[in-house]
C-alpha cells in the first residue's frame, strides 16, 4: 500500500503547474516583442523640387497614396535617402524625377537594399537615361521600376496610378509633359489632345515660372504640391500668374546679359550666372550663340560646386545626358538627363576642365 500511495504521489500534477508557468513566461516573450517592434505607416516620396515634371510628379504620389513629399535637387538626393533610411516608420517610398549618375548609383542601391530588408515598399519612377545594369540590380532587391526615356516623369506616373487618380490629373500630367519638352511622346501627345493647347501651354509656363522663381523657398514648392494634388488649376492658386509676370521681366533682362556675357568654344556656346538660375538661361546661350550646344553654369557657393544646365538643339547628333554623366563623375562631382536636356555638378576649380572636354566629346 505504501509503494502505491508513493507512486501516487509522483504523479502529482507537478510537471503540469510547471507546463503553465513556462506557458505564461513564453507568452509574455511575445507580448513585449509587439510593444518594442516599431509600426511602419509612413508614406513619403521623394521627387525633384527643379521643374514642373518633379512638382507634378509628388501631386499625383500624393493625390494616389496620401503622406508627405521631399523635395530635394539632385545634390540633396542621397541626403535625403539617407534621412529615410532611418526612418523606422516608413512602410512605402516612392522615388520621382531623380535620375542616379555614376556617382551615387551604387550608393542608391545600396540604401535600396537597406530599406527592403525593413520591408519597406520602394518604387522608383524615372525618365532620364539609366544604366541597364542598375535597373537589373534594382529589380533584384524587389524594387518596382517604372522607367521609360520616352515620356516625362508625372505622365508615367498616371499611366501606372490612374484609376487612384481624378480626372484632373490628366492635365497636371499633360503640363509637366510640356515643359519637359515630352509633349509629343506617344503618351504625353494623347493627353495634350484633350485640351486646348494654348491653355495648356500657358498653365504650364506659369507653374515652371512660379517653381524656378521659388527655389529658395521649400514651403511654398510643398504648397504648389498640395494644390495640384487638390486638382487645382493653376490660375486657381493666388499670385500665381502675377509671380510669372515678374519671372518674364527678369527673363527679357537675361537677353541682354547673354548677348554681353557669353563665350563660344568651337561646338558650344557658355556662360557663368550671377543672378538667376542657370536653366532658366541655357536657352538663351544655346539660341544666341549660333552652336548646337548651350552650357549655362551657376556656383553654389554653399557646396563649393556648380550647378550646370546643358541644352541641346534638334541638330545635336550626341545623347548630351550620357556624355556629361561620365564627364562630370570624371571631375568629382556626377550629372546626367536626356539626349538634349541634362544637368550636372561639378567641383568648382573643375569647370573649366568641364566645358573643355564637353566641347571635345560632342563634335
Request: charge should be positive; proline fraction near 3%.
Amino acid at each position: 500500500m505504501v509503494i502505491s500511495q508513493n507512486k501516487i504521489i509522483k504523479k502529482t500534477p507537478a510537471k503540469k503547474v510547471t507546463k503553465k508557468i513556462s506557458a505564461k513566461k513564453v507568452n509574455k516573450k511575445i507580448s513585449a516583442k509587439k510593444v518594442t517592434t516599431p509600426q511602419r505607416t509612413k508614406v513619403i516620396c521623394i521627387s525633384h523640387k527643379e521643374d514642373c515634371d518633379g512638382i507634378s510628379s509628388a501631386a499625383l504620389i500624393r493625390q494616389a497614396f496620401g503622406g508627405d513629399s521631399m523635395l530635394v535637387d539632385y545634390p540633396g538626393q542621397m541626403e535625403a535617402l539617407n534621412q529615410v533610411v532611418l526612418d523606422e516608420k516608413l512602410k512605402t517610398l516612392f522615388i520621382c524625377d531623380l535620375g542616379l549618375s555614376k556617382k551615387t548609383q551604387d550608393e542608391f542601391i545600396d540604401l535600396m537594399g537597406r530599406m527592403r530588408k525593413n520591408k519597406v515598399s520602394i518604387t522608383y519612377i524615372d525618365h532620364h537615361d539609366i544604366d541597364p545594369t542598375v535597373v537589373s540590380a534594382l529589380k533584384k532587391l524587389k524594387v518596382k521600376v517604372i522607367h521609360d526615356i520616352n515620356e516625362c516623369t508625372t505622365v508615367q506616373v498616371y499611366a501606372a496610378y490612374k484609376s487612384k487618380l481624378s480626372d484632373h490629373a490628366s492635365f497636371v500630367a499633360t503640363c509637366a509633359a510640356i515643359t519637359d519638352y515630352m509633349e509629343d511622346r506617344p503618351l504625353g501627345s494623347k493627353l495634350l489632345q484633350i485640351y486646348d493647347r494654348q491653355f495648356a501651354l500657358i498653365s504650364a509656363t506659369v507653374m515652371t515660372y512660379n517653381i524656378v522663381g521659388h527655389q529658395r523657398e521649400p514651403d511654398y514648392l510643398q504648397y504648389l504640391v498640395e494644390e495640384l494634388s487638390d486638382s487645382k488649376f493653376p490660375h486657381d492658386i493666388p499670385n500665381t500668374f502675377e509671380f510669372a509676370q515678374i519671372q518674364v521681366e527678369k527673363l527679357s533682362q537675361m537677353i541682354a546679359k547673354v548677348k554681353k556675357g557669353m563665350k563660344t568654344m568651337t561646338n558650344l556656346g557658355h556662360m557663368e550666372i550671377l543672378d538667376s538660375g542657370a536653366s532658366g538661361a541655357v536657352n538663351f546661350v544655346m539660341g544666341l550663340s549660333g552652336k548646337d550646344v548651350g552650357v549655362a553654369y551657376k556656383e553654389r557657393i554653399d557646396h563649393g560646386i556648380y550647378a550646370v544646365s546643358v541644352r541641346g538643339s534638334k541638330n545635336c547628333k550626341v545623347h548630351l545626358g550620357r556624355i556629361v554623366n561620365l564627364l562630370a563623375t570624371s571631375l568629382g562631382g556626377s550629372g546626367g538627363g536626356h539626349d538634349k536636356a541634362c544637368g550636372a555638378v561639378v567641383p568648382k576649380p573643375k569647370i573649366k576642365k568641364f566645358l573643355t572636354e564637353l566641347n571635345k566629346k560632342i563634335k
